[in-house]
Nanobody, 122 residues
């Protein structure tokens, strides 16, 4: 079993910054891709940014140039540095671990965290 715990959300004024962290723990040998998604009421969950074990990143157009994703492979951590935040960035942000391999080298699929609220006031 794998657990993901997000932290770092909160309330910030437009133009401000926040740093989200996600810690993955449990029966893990490796995680292929870690990412951040966000969701607002009535809308589908959308990809914000993702990063592979090798460091390849992918960003939503709406955040490119403002957000930076990074990870610590040894610690199974992923971070999201969010700068120049806008009210449209307000959402619950979820961490996802995809392509999890357990300590017995068996594929375990994907896991989600419970989310952390980010609110940007205008």
């Amino acid at each position: 079993q794998v657990q993901l715990v997000e932290s770092g959300g909160g309330l910030v004024q437009a133009g401000g910054s926040l740093r989200l962290s996600c810690a993955a723990s449990g029966n893990i040998f490796s995680i292929n891709t870690m990412g951040w998604y966000r969701q607002t009421p009535g809308k589908q969950r959308e990809l914000v940014a993702s990063i592979t074990t090798g460091g390849t990143t992918n960003y939503a157009d709406s955040v490119r140039g403002r957000f930076t994703i990074s990870r610590d492979n040894r610690g199974n951590m992923v971070y999201l540095e969010m700068n120049n935040l806008k009210p449209d960035d307000t959402a619950v942000y979820y961490c996802k671990a995809a392509g999890v391999i357990d300590a017995s080298y068996r594929p375990q699929g994907s896991y989600w965290g419970k989310g952390t609220q980010v609110t940007v006031s205008s």
